[in-house]
């Protein structure tokens, strides 16, 4: 292959061998201007316009504005997190100065209008401005509400949401102490609404007896559902991965126990989990007060902030989407309590896939479920009640009752998609032969694969010949109860909402999925043979291995598209060999018997695995052993933490009072102790539904949970006591309870260690401070600002408006644990609330943190 100098490789061809730049053939002008192939998005398309004509979503003199409206670009909305520390003050800011500097700023007809809080929304929490997300970025003028709007955004002040969004969980009705099921959770903004709900009438270092579950089909949108509500701090959240449609009601199979010979489910103890006790204080089934069901939609009420729709809409996006819907409404009333509320919400204006799916709710459940009428409630939210008549688009016909529709169609348009919801065997025999359609040839009965992509755009078929012609059909249920937010009555977006109540428990032909044959007997015979299991390594205290399980273990694996509550409807297969399962390995133990959180790293299960596996083949073993949640590959688990060794090393360092419990509430992502890398905490009602969801063989697939309470923080020196330090999340739910490492500071050394962030103690303006300091343990301590003008205590009261920060004491100076943008964000509220504010606002709280400083915990 040689060449050049003698079969030596060819010299490196430098720079400077270049007289010339050479010509970047990749580079383009991005100038719109001067690009003739940029285009603007399209803000029209003729068969959306025929569509809602042809529905009469709104009234035809009003047709216009509704389509100028849709064509112009959604303004910007947010919400001020009730919960946050300082709400109150970026409520004042708001008020006072952002809308006078604006209206000085922006000298149009429209100044007066700039920003305006939503006259719905309560307490004037939500506000939008008259400008889009685009003019805010692009905006000079816009800049300083811009950055204030992302600042705000990032550490939890604020939640930027549309604000048609904000609606459904209001209509919710939640209480502190409910259950509540959010089925399509992503990205976050109406969960991190129902948490502020339950959290709004806590007391100081209390938790709220409610608990929420935030459900969603795809991992990546968890991770960004994760994000958003972290910033929530709460330890009443659990985060999972599932279908909606298939979401796992946890019921308890106590058939499956009772054929074992094992009595109740409550009778098995997973003391691996290091839960102790019966389980028998725990409900038999994971049902919820609430429900929001904020189902996957065609989106095309969102049109002015997203303009790529109008490309992209066709009346075949509703119509296949409509069935998926039907499915995850049923499933959420299925799970639902009775005298439940549940909220079902699109952001489409289709009636395919918002009065349609309601009346098939209604019509299934048989009166076990009603519609609510709302009108009293929100009367600034400007609203119009739900349709009873509409029709089907299918292949650029209009179709006004089932009978039209043709036989090769009838697998994509279905019954419930029509006003009455009747099915074709109501119709007389003398009817069923021609079913109201001409008569299709063999060659014509099934479409060509061109015309099967086809999805009713206004294209008509050549084959396809046009139905008869049928009344239009008139629904009889009240769906004019149902609420229909049009863009063009409060400049918003567009959204569906309907509130149902469960009265009565469903009928058993609507109760149970229809889809129970699909299961195997073997599955059935696996799931007992792998709880008979669990029960008995349980009772003989073998341990159990976080590995995925070895070759021939039997995994509980129930397909995706059949719900837990099948396994109560089919026989046992008498066929089956039992010898078979006795040669099942141990390793199915740890299967059975695991809770788990994936938000978590892996990086604490690889710190034990290095310990024990040695070299470059240890390693290779750590990067293919997979984690496994239960029967749940990939997924991270998270065990019980019950190290009474760490436990009361940190009570005892932070000085922790005893009513504050520790037992049953924390929680780890390894079952090895001594390389835990963060605890969390979780409410009483996550616990319960912990022991539940172990009861019923790990249905629930468990992606995160809880609020970080402790983080192991590695020393130089290593001289702290204390292992770990307090994560600044959870010192809300710790300062009433905390007597040891924390200190008094003034406002002036306040700003001054937020400002540096790192301090010596003789640089400290309090001789007092400096000499306390000095003598605490290296390590973690909580440093509260004091706020008041006269002399400092040393008694601590914890509230809500206690500003306290975490900090490191190392043996020369004091280094905060704050982030950067959260020690900003401090300085410039502290120069902001002034103290007669600050002072009325202490004021109001004293008297309910009284009994929290008496040593009363309530969850």
Known sequence: MGGGRGGQKRGRTHRRQFKHKRENVWERNRRPDDNPSWEPFATQNPAFEDYYKEQKIVPEGEWEEFMSMLRKPLPAAF???????????????????????????????????????????????????????????????????????????????????????????????????????DMCAAPGSKTFQLLEMIHQSDKPGSLPEGMVIANDVDIQRCNLLIHQTKRMCSANLIVTNHEAQHFPSCRVNQQCFSQLGLGSACQILPEAHGIEGPLDQVENQLLFDRILCDVPCSGDGTLRKAPDIWRKWNAGMGNGLHHLQVQIAMRGIYVLKVGGRLVYSTCSMNPIEDEAVVGEILRRCGGSVEILDCSVELPQLVRRGGLRTWKVRDRGHWLTSYKQVPTYRKSGIVPSMFPSGEDWEKVPNGEQENFGAPVISIDQEKPTGEERSERGCGMHHEQDSAPLEYENEVSNLPLERCMRIMPHDQNSGAFFIAVLRKVSPLPDVQGKPNNVHRISALRDHQFKANLMKASVEAAHGNEMESSAPAKGDFMVEISEDVNDNEIDAYEVDSSLDHDDLDKETPTFSAQIAKVGCSENCDEDNEINETEEIGGEKGLNRIKKREQVQGRWRGVDPVVLFTDDAIINSIRTFYGIKDSFPFHGHLVTRNSDSHHVKRIYYISKKVHDTLKLNIQVGQQLKIFSLGLKIFERQTSKDALSPCLYRISSEALPLLLPYMTKQILTATVTDFKHLLQYKTIKFGDFVDNSFREKASNLFVGCFVIVMHRDQGPISDSIVGSSSTIAIGCWKGRTNISVMVSPMECEELLERLSLVSPQEDKAIINTEVDAVKSVSDGEFHD
């Open 79 to 181: 919400r001020i997190n009730s919960s946050g520390q300082f709400f109150r003050d970026i409520r004042y800011q708001l008020e006072n100065d952002i809308m006078k500097s604006l209206d000085t700023e922006i000298m149009d007809d429209n100044a007066e209008e700039a920003i305006r809080p939503l006259p719905w929304y309560p307490e004037n929490l939500a506000w939008q401005l008259n400008f889009s997300r685009m003019q805010l970025r692009k905006n000079q003028t816009l800049e300083r509400i811009h950055e204030f709007l992302k600042k705000e955004n990032e550490i939890g002040n604020i939640t930027r949401q549309e604000a048609v969004s904000m609606v459904p969980p209001l209509f919710l009705d939640v209480k502190s102490d409910h259950y509540i099921l």
